[in-house]
């Protein structure tokens, strides 16, 4: 439950022997992938052979060079620099850690789908794969956001190039596909069969990172009564990093709280527009007591389910039928899983119905729907539906041309009978 995990810094020794440990540590790692991608000894001849090494130890220290002149206040042949300090989100680092397993996995699943030497090549086609994803779900998640978000950006146009704009997993999903359906064309796999592959590793990666929307404390749950055993805090605006200081940054919960106007019941969690006696401003008590209200963790429902659906999908694979039926069967469970914590979910930041019709400039049609009203859909639960509509035509298709995709399993062949009585010797 740390927004900032740590502040790179050159402001004491200690912190610029870090800096200098993970600079180095990231040329390594560069070297290291340039030395996996050079060619095959004797195959490729010459200086031609070292260029992936050349290329990613020249990329690497460039990127060191850059973060090192950013963070530190003063670095040997560059002289005097910017200094300033670099936060290292713990969202960011869950979704990083997030990315890294899901890359590992779906190579790992790739290496049982094609045995032998084509298991090696399409092991190593799924790595290359993540940086076309990493791309598409980027961009999708981004895209995804702003069409939300709409209304807000349309007063200022130029906010769309923030880079701390967020992002939307519906839109990163659709990106992701399509990215991968190119790569799929490009390289002649079946699609379903690849998407077959990578939907569990989807699940492990996803769980990973709503633990991140966990420690930022977005996507957070509605408000319930203090008594309840599963509500949560988060921190405000003296939230600490893992080293004791300010971390600077409050949690999301925490300033969605700080500007909400409307009431709340402190016993019951229940929220109105209008003052009734016994309510709290929701604002108000944020502020005073620097911590959000006590909130639904949906982000941790929304993770335990992830991983719960992650190891069915494991199991299934062993009972699957035809290429596409993992692919369609994680649409229809996501989409369930999805729309259910929707229900929980309390962050005025993402769309809803309300939203919507505000955009559409009727405000007093937007007025007769509360924003805790449950009908008060969400754009995530509006794209469920397409969701798990989609992953029943994918498996209805998949089962109607199932003979043709999966051949029977091949039987060894029948020992000969032994003979029903023991010949006589003459």
């Known amino acids: ?20 440990v993970l600079a180095l540590l990231l040329f390594l790692y560069a070297l290291w992938t340039g030395w996996r991608a050079c060619g095959p000894k004797g195959k490729v001849k010459g200086a031609a052979r070292f260029w992936p090494l050349i290329r990613n130890g020249a990329i690497g220290l460039g990127a060191i060079g850059l973060g090192l ?19 290292i989100p713990g969202y960011g680092v869950l979704v990083a850690s997030a990315f890294l397993a899901a890359a590992i996995f779906s190579s790992q699943i790739a290496g ?27 961009v999708g998640a981004r895209l995804l956001y702003i069409l939300v978000n709409l209304g807000d950006y349309a007063k200022n146009p130029l906010s769309i190039f923030n880079l ?9 999903l659709v990106g992701a596909v399509v990215a991968s359906f190119y790569f799929a064309k490009k390289h002649s796999i079946p699609f379903l069969r690849l998407a077959d592959i990578g939907m569990p590793a989807v699940s492990l990666g996803q769980c990973l990172g709503r633990l991140g929307c966990f420690a930022a404390a977005c996507c957070h749950g509605r408000i319930v009564g203090e008594d309840a055993p599963f509500g949560v805090h988060f921190p405000g605006e ?61 982000q941790l429902y929304e993770a335990a389910g992830q991983l719960l659906l992650f190891l069915f999908l494991l199991f299934m694979r062993s009972w699957r039928r035809f290429h596409g039926q993992i692919f369609g069967m994680w649409l229809i469970c996501y989409a369930l899983l999805r729309s259910t914590v929707e229900l929980f979910r309390g962050d005025l930041e993402r769309g809803t119905l309300y939203h919507l019709l505000h955009w559409m400039n009727m405000p007093g049609l937007a007025a007769e729907i509360p924003l805790e009203a449950w009908y008060n859909i969400s754009t995530s639960q509006a794209i469920s539906l397409g969701i798990a509509a989609l992953g029943v035509w994918v498996l209805a298709r998949g089962w109607q041309n199932r003979k043709a995709q999966l051949l029977p399993p091949i039987l060894p062949p029948k020992a000969p009978a032994p003979p029903t009585h023991m010949p006589v010797s003459s």
């Open 164 to 172: 701390q704009g967020g992002l939307v997993f519906y839109g990163g």
């Open 112 to 138: 049982w789908e094609w045995l032998g030497e084509e298991g090696k090549k399409r092991k190593a086609q799924v790595l290359d794969l993540m940086f076309y994803i990493l791309v598409g779900a980027i």
């Open 238 to 298: 003296q939230v600490k990093d893992l080293a004791g200081n300010l971390g600077q940054i409050p949690s999301v919960a925490f300033s969605t709280h700080a500007r909400d106007m409307r009431w709340v019941d402190l016993a019951t969690g229940k929220i109105g527009a209008v003052f009734e006696p016994g309510m709290v401003r929701i604002s108000e008590w944020a502020l005073q007591n620097d911590q959000s209200l006590a909130v639904h963790p949906t």
């Open 69 to 87: 002149w950013y963070i530190l206040p003063e670095v040997p042949l560059l002289g005097k620099t910017k200094g300033a300090e670099l936060p």
């Open 1 to 20: 439950m740390l927004p900032v995990l740590y502040r790179l810094s050159g402001n004491t020794p200690a912190s610029t022997v870090v800096v200098y």
